[in-house]
């Protein structure tokens, strides 16, 4: 066993519901899929380059805000929650669960104030010709609505260059609670293994817990969406030349963006992440102008050098008046 499948079998056992369906997801080679304006889709594929807004600026921001206050509840002061985690991770090296802890508090604030996403969601074979119904009625209100359907190869490595991405969980408080729970009988039950990582990854490991469960968890209203998020923090990340920072107007408001190249880049193990290599096709969502529109498409598709454009460029077929 390498390195690298040590660090993953110990991640399982401190955020099991993430690394499980994380390791699910992209080992089937599934496909993910950006739901957006027609007019953002257009800019993706004409400037290759995703763009990574921060949370606050985000539709949901408060859904943001869910695993915060759970995470909160579930440590507040002279808890049984909080006592019990504490008593499970002090039977390995106290010292550094107090670190953790210290370390996480110290980096609160980038993490709640300075944290960009950009947000995908998993896609269905049977939505192929369709799209999903609930996403083109949050997108076509205004506008015209697309779809991009990406390819997962890229998400194997993206940890890897200084981003992260991760599955949503939409939980309510009591399922919150149970996870955790469940994580803490994970590390009861593997002792040994847990301590020959040593203290440092120990460390690591608590930090990973707090962070997934503080930002990757929404309100189980939002289940349909069935999202991931690539996530990155400048203070906490460095991601070279892979990653551009701009100030953009976004809904009228100017704020900084960081995107993310959609280029090869072999010296970094980012392969797959050209226009050709990543997107899978393209969704039009219903409109007045079907025919103009996926010719447009077509267009930008080739110019970015995506082969078989023409057969790439499919319109939703669910009659939903906009």
């Not at 739901?35 to 921001?61: E, L």
């Not at 499970?88 to 110290?106: G, H, I, R, T, Y």
């Not at 899978?280 to 110019?303: H, N, W, Y």
Request: aromatic share 12%.
């Amino acid at each position: 066993m390498n390195n690298a499948e040590k660090d993953w079998n110990l991640a399982s056992l401190f955020i099991p519901n993430f690394i499980g369906k994380r390791v699910q997801y992209l080992n089937s080679k599934e496909r993910f899929v950006h739901y957006t304006s027609a007019i953002n889709a257009i800019s993706i594929i004409r400037s290759k380059r995703i763009w990574m807004r921060n949370v606050k600026c985000m539709n949901d921001f408060m859904e943001i805000e869910h695993g915060f206050d759970l995470l909160v509840r579930f440590f507040q002061k002279d808890s049984k929650t909080r006592e019990r985690f504490f008593q499970s991770m002090n039977a390995f090296w106290p010292d550094q669960v107090e670190l953790a802890f210290k370390n996480f508090e110290a980096w609160l604030g980038h993490i709640r104030e300075n944290t960009f996403v950009a947000c995908i969601s998993e896609h269905e074979p049977s939505e192929d010709r369709l799209g999903r119904l609930s996403m083109w009625r949050a997108y076509g209100n205004q506008n015209i609505g697309a779809a991009l359907v990406i390819n997962s190869s890229p998400f194997n490595v993206i940890d890897d260059v200084g981003i992260i991405s991760s599955p949503v969980l939409y939980v309510d408080e009591h399922q919150f609670f149970s996870g955790l729970e469940n994580c803490l009988d994970n590390v009861d039950k593997n002792h040994d293994f847990i301590k020959s990582h040593g203290p440092e990854k120990f460390n690591e490991m608590i930090f990973l817990l707090l962070f997934v469960h503080a930002l990757c968890v929404k309100h189980p209203g939002f289940h349909e969406e069935r999202e991931w998020r690539i996530i990155y923090i400048p203070e906490m990340w460095d991601a070279g030349d892979l990653i551009e920072q701009k100030v953009e107007m976004a809904s009228g408001v100017p704020q900084i963006v960081h995107k993310l190249k959609l280029e090869n880049t072999a010296s970094r193990k980012l392969t797959a992440i050209s226009p050709n290599d990543l997107i899978d096709r393209v969704i039009i969502g219903p409109c007045a102008f079907p025919m103009t529109v996926k010719e447009a498409f077509i267009s930008e598709l080739r110019q970015a050098g995506v082969e078989n454009a023409e057969k790439k460029v499919f319109m939703s077929e669910i009659p939903l008046r906009t």
